[in-house]
């Protein structure tokens, strides 16, 4: 079974005010006085973390991990001090920030969480060959993994291991506390499957309507998955998964019986003799995070595709070179994946905007800036320059 990284559903429901209504109150929290010793070396770093999330947000943010914070079933090791004071930082910028420029600070107060912990290790699970990114409990507190692994100059590696697992997460805090519609799980009604969605490949499950193998787990996660992946991925990300969900995809094997511990979709196929045309070469299969932690096709030789532009100089090229050319895999699924995607995504933005009277796209297009343009060594120097 292929490793999989996952994510972990919050697992109660809120019961919080709406938003138009809040009023609210002072930190939970104590004092900056009462909990910061100025002679400690992270002093300024502590200082920053109150007065930037506990006094702004009422959220604590725990980097030095505790016993009583972590799951005792894993072998954990804590987050190291720099990877820390990044990601807090990172955090603060990428996530927090970008919904104070579109709709203030006071909805980050009310829906956020109330605690984030953070891990240097992953939490990895030997028998479903699974590692944990994220895990939040009651909407209350989110803990992120692997924060030892962290690529301050891969946003990709970034989004996959932190800032796609929050989005993520809060979009679970949200819909547990204001539903979303109904009519987004019938767009997939009787295609969810809990029990293998891991060994899945991206391009298959984007055929049938989700945007992740993940999303194809069950409807609430789908949910969740649509809103932290649209937020987060890239254009030519969003381009190249809708371009996978408008192909047919097979396993080059008789029937297309799935063996859920191999499983390798195809899009295309050529026939190398023409005497013997049941006699089939598949090839383009998809990944949804290669080693460079980007979502890619990948060609007969190895070869990696990031955009739509790309990989369809790629078939041409292919086109050509085949003799008898190459084929696409028909689609005999009867599902418009690209289509229904796309719904799910108008279901998010409608519910964004008529439950929470916030814009979607502008949102995102928050979040994509911010991203391009974050300076880790100027978000150092506000730690650096607390009084």
Not at 50 to 64: A, H, P, S, W
Not at 94 to 104: I, N, P, V
Not at 273 to 300: M, Q, W
Request: glycine share 6%; charged share 25%.
């Amino acid at each position: 079974m292929k490793l999989r990284n996952i994510f972990i559903p919050a697992v109660a429901a809120l019961s919080l005010m709406g938003c138009s209504d809040d009023k609210l109150g002072p930190t939970i929290f104590p004092e900056v006085s009462d909990t910061v010793d100025p002679n400690s070396y992270s002093y300024k770093f502590d200082t920053w973390v109150n007065q930037n999330f506990r006094d702004v947000y009422n959220l604590e943010f725990k980097y030095k991990m505790e016993d009583v914070e972590a799951d005792m079933n894993y072998n954990l090791v804590p987050a190291t001090y720099g990877n820390a004071r990044d990601l807090c930082l990172l955090t603060h910028y990428l996530w927090f920030e970008a919904y104070a420029e579109h709709c203030g600070e006071d909805f980050l107060k009310s829906y956020g969480p109330r605690i984030l912990h953070l891990i240097g290790s992953p939490a990895y699970n030997p028998n479903t060959g699974t590692e944990i990114l994220g895990l939040a409990e009651g909407g209350l507190k989110v803990t992120l993994y692997k924060v030892n692994e962290m690529q301050l100059t891969n946003i990709n590696q970034l989004n996959e291991y932190y800032f796609r697992t929050m989005h993520h997460e809060f979009g679970h805090i949200l819909h547990q506390t204001r539903s979303y519609p109904t009519e987004f799980n019938l767009l997939s009604t009787g295609r969810y499957d809990q029990g293998s969605w891991q060994s899945k490949a991206i391009g298959y499950v984007a055929s049938q309507g989700f945007i992740t193998p993940y999303a194809s787990s069950e409807n609430r996660e789908d949910f969740a998955e649509t809103i932290a992946n649209y937020l987060t991925r890239t254009d030519d990300q969003m381009e190249l998964i809708l371009w996978m969900a408008s192909k047919g995809w097979s396993t080059g094997k008789d029937d297309d019986k799935l063996n859920v511990d191999d499983a390798e979709y195809f899009s295309y196929y050529y026939i190398p003799d023409s005497a013997n045309p049941d006699n089939r070469k598949y090839f383009l299969s998809s990944n949804e995070h290669d080693e460079t932690y980007r979502v890619c096709l990948i060609g007969e030789n190895g070869e990696r595709f990031y955009s739509v532009s790309e990989v369809e100089a790629y078939l041409e090229k292919m086109n050509a070179q085949k003799p008898g050319g190459i084929f696409a895999v028909e689609d005999k699924d009867t599902i418009d994946g690209r289509e229904v995607i796309l719904q799910k995504q108008n279901i998010a933005r409608n519910w964004f905007k008529d439950t929470w009277q916030l814009d979607f796209d502008e949102l995102r297009e928050i979040v994509q800036r911010r991203q391009q343009d974050f300076d880790i060594e100027a978000l150092r120097a506000e730690i650096e320059n607390v009084k």
